[in-house]
T-cell receptor
Framework: EAQVTQNPRYLITVTGKKLTVTCSQN?????MSWYRQDPGLGLRQIYY???????DKGDVPEGYKVSRKEKRNFPLILESPSPNQTSLYFC???????????????FGEGSRLTVL | SQQGEEDPQALSIQEGENATMNCSYK?????LQWYRQNSGRGLVHLIL?????REKHSGRLRVTLDTSKKSSSLLITASRAADTASYFC?????????????FGTGTKLQVIP
């Protein structure tokens, strides 16, 4: 089954404790992206990756890091989480943002993060 | 910054009625997509309309696009309780050689049985 898998789905942590949210897709998609969703603000893009070893900042990258060492994985790293990073996080993937003018994104089920 | 703004923010209708949601955006786009999100779940792609298209249908969904007004609407006909969800428009624009997809703030639809 084609899917985007995120882990963990729920996490409560404390300020400053490094954490990683993993994302994996099995569709051989080139493009992957992280979003955060906050009430009243919709989805805002954190980082995206056009392909292996190619990443770039989205609209709200501060406090986050990403890496793309393999095509299927795109982990989101919070080096020193703070309470304002409490949010619902989504990973998404797409075949290609350039080659095909569709941009249809496939989303994971979300990771709800609480930073105390 | 938000490219798309949905209207209304929330909508409550009776089962069987039609639901209309609107999306306005600010800059020229390549396409516009609509997504659905069940409470706290991942978004699911519903339909895409390209900038040179004016109307598109998919089952009970009808999407229109007016590039002169920079607006789109999503019509769900004969709504069902299972249509209860949040609906987001997402604009696709060219940016540095790739297509950037930007989401609006969403319309929360409640369909009452």
């Amino acid at each position: 089954e084609a899917q985007v898998t995120q882990n963990p789905r729920y996490l409560i942590t404390v300020t400053g404790k490094k954490l990683t949210v993993t994302c994996s897709q099995n569709m051989n998609h080139e493009y992957m992206s992280w979003y955060r969703q906050d009430p009243g603000l919709g989805l805002r893009q954190i980082y995206y990756s056009m392909n292996v070893e190619v990443t770039d900042k989205g609209d709200v990258p501060e406090g986050y890091k990403v890496s793309r060492k393999e095509k299927r994985n795109f982990p989101l790293i919070l080096e020193s989480p703070s309470p304002n990073q409490t949010s619902l996080y989504f990973c998404a993937s797409s075949l290609s943002e350039v080659r095909i003018n569709t941009g249809e994104l496939f989303f994971g089920e979300g990771s709800r993060l609480t930073v105390l | 910054s938000q490219q798309g703004e949905e209207d209304p923010q929330a909508l409550s209708i009776q089962e069987g009625e039609n639901a209309t949601m609107n999306c306005s955006y600010k800059t020229s786009i390549n396409n516009l997509q609509w997504y659905r999100q069940n409470s706290g779940r991942g978004l699911v792609h519903l339909i895409l309309i390209r900038s040179n298209e004016r109307e598109k249908h998919s089952g009970r969904l009808r999407v229109t696009l007016d590039t002169s007004k920079k607006s789109s609407s999503l019509l769900i006909t004969a709504s069902r309780a299972a249509d209860t969800a949040s609906y987001f428009c997402a604009t696709g624009i060219s940016s540095g050689g790739y297509q950037k997809v930007t989401f609006g703030t969403g319309t929360k639809l409640q369909v009452i049985p």
